[in-house]
């Protein structure tokens, strides 16, 4: 039984095979059913197991292909709203295993834990009720020697920030600028932690034309002229 709240959700869903539909439904349900269990455990038997995995390894579903239909549903609930919040973060998904690592995995610390990194932007009503994702940014770091401290802090401060993992604020920065031009009656305000509080952010949110409104928790302390 296909939740209803998935079919919803899904409609617009265009995975170039109705089969593959149908089973991103399936699995959507077992997961939504069960969030914190294993895939096995949500699924609930060896076939619907088998069929999920098969599902996950088709080149044709993919991370763009799978969340197109909820980003498309969380504008329409966005464009309902008079003003919507977008916080963001980055979150670590953790897929370190004992023996054999998962392909496509990288380093998240100094070398002990292996997986990828997501940089996710909800939105939600003023009284915090969830609208949905609005973009969400997947990438892996690349695995080389480890640095010494001292080295690192010298190299990073030379570096532009277009070739640090800095610049996935710029560009979400950008994102909720598209969001907002595409809901023109809707006030978008962005929110982001410390990590968000860089020289380079704090100057491009404030540039014309201003099309949003931006929040970032203190990280340094500012100079300011009076």
Same mark, same amino acid.
């Given at each position: 039984?296909?939740?209803?709240?998935?079919?919803?959700?899904?409609?617009?869903?265009?995975?170039?095979? +109705?089969?593959?539909?149908? &089973?991103?439904? /399936?699995?959507?349900?077992? #997961?939504?059913?069960?969030? =914190?269990?294993? %895939?096995?455990?949500?699924?609930?038997?060896?076939?619907?197991?088998?069929?999920?995995?098969?599902?996950?390894?088709?080149?044709?579903?993919?991370?763009?292909?799978?969340?197109?239909?909820?980003? +498309?549903?969380?504008?329409? &609930?966005?464009? /309902?709203?008079?003003?919507? #919040?977008?916080?963001?973060? =980055?979150?670590? %998904?953790?897929?370190?295993?004992?023996?054999?690592?998962?392909?496509?995995?990288?380093?998240?610390?100094?070398?002990?834990?292996?997986?990828?990194?997501?940089?996710?932007?909800?939105?939600?009503? +003023?009284?915090?009720?969830?609208?949905?994702?609005?973009?969400?940014?997947?990438?892996?770091?690349?695995?080389?020697?480890?640095?010494?401290?001292?080295?690192?802090?010298?190299?990073?401060?030379?570096?532009?920030?277009?070739?640090?993992?800095?610049?996935?604020?710029?560009?979400?920065?950008?994102?909720?600028?598209?969001?907002?031009?595409?809901?023109?009656?809707?006030?978008?305000?962005?929110?982001?932690?410390?990590?968000?509080?860089?020289?380079?952010?704090?100057?491009?949110?404030?540039?014309?034309?201003?099309?949003?409104?931006?929040?970032?928790?203190?990280?340094?302390?500012?100079?300011?002229?009076?």
């Amino acid at each position: 039984m296909i939740a209803p709240w998935v079919k919803e959700e899904m409609e617009a869903a265009t995975l170039a095979d +109705q089969r593959l539909n149908k &089973r991103l439904q /399936a699995v959507l349900t077992a #997961l939504g059913e069960r969030p =914190t269990a294993s %895939i096995p455990a949500a699924c609930g038997g060896y076939n619907e197991t088998t069929a999920a995995y098969r599902f996950f390894d088709n080149e044709k579903v993919t991370f763009e292909s799978v969340l197109g239909p909820h980003l +498309q549903k969380t504008r329409e &609930r966005m464009a /309902a709203q008079s003003v919507v #919040l977008i916080p963001q973060d =980055t979150t670590e %998904i953790d897929l370190t295993r004992p023996a054999q690592q998962v392909e496509g995995a990288g380093p998240l610390d100094e070398g002990a834990r292996r997986g990828v990194l997501l940089h996710a932007l909800c939105a939600f009503t +003023q009284d915090g009720t969830p609208l949905g994702m609005v973009y969400a940014l997947p990438w892996a770091r690349e695995d080389k020697p480890l640095e010494p401290a001292e080295e690192r802090a010298k190299n990073r401060k030379k570096t532009p920030i277009e070739e640090k993992e800095s610049q996935r604020w710029m560009d979400t920065l950008n994102k909720c600028r598209e969001v907002a031009r595409e809901l023109s009656d809707t006030q978008v305000i962005a929110l982001a932690d410390s990590e968000a509080d860089i020289y380079e952010l704090l100057v491009a949110a404030q540039a014309e034309p201003h099309e949003i409104d931006w929040i970032v928790r203190s990280c340094q302390n500012r100079a300011f002229e009076t």
